[in-house]
């Protein structure tokens, strides 16, 4: 697996890819207010390639679940993999400083 | 362990601040769900490997098992397992010890780091889902 990935290494992302995974992630997150998808690719702190994205979020009229939030985010990274793009995807959601969240939907 | 570092993490967030949260609280919260969720998974694996009888295991391997987690390798483990056929919630736990360990390293690291208080949430969030999928998880799929 890690010698599939390193074949990447900071290869920049296909535009097809990238344009995919942009456009997936603003339908996932259509109720959470996306103002910004940003897509990269890095390296991790080990030296890993890896694809960074970082979704910007305005300010919600309810408690935004974390729980589905991740899960949204497990579908993206599934969706990396399907597109041909092995790399491991991190996330990171920017919210706005008043967005009440919720950690999980029990 | 991992329960009482959730606990922990979950107390530097509360008490971070409300209005200008302390970053240091913040960071720490982040490194110490990390934790939460290595822990969880070393004495998995130590339980899998030797049981979770204590009178019919040898304590030192226990804790030689316990002890035989290493960060790196275990974070290459849990990305590839992403795209193998683990059930959801071991895929979960695995994707969140990739992702912490990120984070935390960031935190513990980069003196230029900035969290938001959502950011810390999200990580406790995380950790306390991953430790739950993996105390949920059969014998098979750990």
């Known amino acids: 697996m890690a010698s599939v990935a390193n074949n990447f290494s900071r290869v920049s992302i296909p535009s097809d890819v990238h344009k995919a995974l942009c456009k997936e992630a603003k339908l996932l997150f259509e109720g959470f207010s996306v103002r910004d998808v940003k897509l990269i690719a890095d390296e991790d702190h080990d030296g890993d390639p890896i694809l960074r994205m970082t979704i910007e979020h305005g300010l919600v009229d309810k408690e935004v679940n974390l729980a589905e939030v991740r899960r949204k985010d497990s579908q993206l990274r599934s969706r990396a993999w399907d597109l041909g793009d092995s790399r491991f995807v991190h996330f990171r959601h920017v919210y706005n400083d008043q967005q009440e969240v919720s950690l999980s939907d029990e | ?142």
């Open chain 2, 1 to 142: 362990m991992s329960d009482d570092l959730l606990v922990l993490a979950r107390r530097l967030i509360k008490n971070s601040g409300a209005q200008k949260p302390r970053q240091i609280y913040l960071k720490r919260a982040v490194s110490t769900a990390y934790y939460a969720v290595f822990h969880a998974m070393a004495k998995s694996n130590a339980d899998m490997f030797l049981g979770v009888a204590k009178a019919s295991r040898s304590e030192t391997a226990w804790q030689q098992a316990y002890r035989a987690l290493d960060h790196g390798p275990a974070k290459t483990a849990c990305q590839a397992a992403q795209n193998l056929n683990f059930p959801v919630g071991i895929k979960a736990c695995a994707a969140a010890f990739a992702t912490l360990q990120e984070k935390r390293h960031s935190c513990d690291y980069d003196p230029l780091h900035r969290l938001t208080r959502q950011d810390a949430l999200d990580a406790l969030a995380e950790a306390t889902a991953a430790v739950k999928a993996l105390k949920l998880a059969t014998p098979k799929d750990r």
